[in-house]
């Protein structure tokens, strides 16, 4: 069964850090390890599109000041890091954003974000895309904004998906949720629009522990399980 579309929703880094007796941030900039490493073993594995959710919009309201300062630093850090790899460009790798993370980041890293969006518009081959202050129930808000006077008894599902900010996303084939005990859920309204036939799959294992052996062995399970797709 071909995999066009895997989300991986990271939890587990605070968890991590607090285990080991270490400061938050070390959770963060592990987990920001991780994906680096993970990335590049999906982008081998001519999975087409792969999005990873870093913060959503309640991450950067509840948490401490001084965290979300740390962890926009690394993500950012991150992020032109991984754009550097040479991969980037052999591979035809485009890199988005979506979210209102402009609202919380810098100026500087701002305009290097957007230029790596630039550099990387006319790769088609691989698609990384990048949740940051992301909420599903805001992007929707924002659709029907955009909709104006549209009539509702002129909406429909398409018409409407056209105007959210992950219009360009297809629908989701896997979700993995790391750091995970006895709640399986997901949260955030995580990409309304592409995930209704979307298969789940939960681990405990937190995200700076998951490894590619554990990717794998979650793409497998994929591919085995039959899926009906409301047939």
């Known amino acids: ?6 989300v991986i929703v990271p939890d587990g880094n605070r968890r991590w850090a607090k285990k080991r007796n270490l400061n938050l941030w070390q959770g963060h900039k592990e987990g920001a390890k ?4 993970l990335a590049k073993h ?3 594995s001519d999975i087409k599109y792969f999005t990873f959710w870093v913060m959503s919009c309640d991450n950067f309201k509840k948490r401490p000041k001084k965290e979300i300062s740390v962890l926009t630093n690394l993500v950012g850090e991150g992020i032109k890091a991984f754009y550097k790899e040479p991969l980037i460009k052999e591979k035809q790798v485009n890199i988005r954003f979506y979210g209102v993370w402009k609202k919380y980041f810098s100026k500087k890293l701002v305009k290097e974000m957007e230029e790596i969006e630039e550099a990387t518009k ?3 081959s691989h698609h990384i895309s990048i949740l940051i202050a992301y909420d599903g129930q ?25 105007h959210i900010w992950t219009k360009d996303l297809p629908d989701v084939d896997l979700i993995i949720r790391t750091g995970i005990t006895n709640d399986p859920h997901l949260s955030g309204n995580l990409l309304m629009f592409q995930t209704g036939y979307s298969q789940l799959y939960f681990t405990p294992i937190l995200w700076p522990d998951f490894t590619g052996k554990e990717l794998t062995h979650a793409l497998s399970i994929f591919e085995k399980n039959e ?3 409301g047939k």
């Open 42 to 44: 999906i982008i081998d």
């Open 227 to 229: 899926r009906k797709l």
């Open 122 to 124: 006319k790769y088609t």
């Open 138 to 162: 805001a992007e929707l808000t924002e659709a029907m904004k955009n909709l104006g006077e549209e009539k509702c008894s002129q909406l429909s599902f398409e018409k409407i998906r056209k």
């Open 34 to 37: 991780v994906f680096q490493k």
């Open 1 to 6: 069964m071909e995999l066009n579309h895997l």
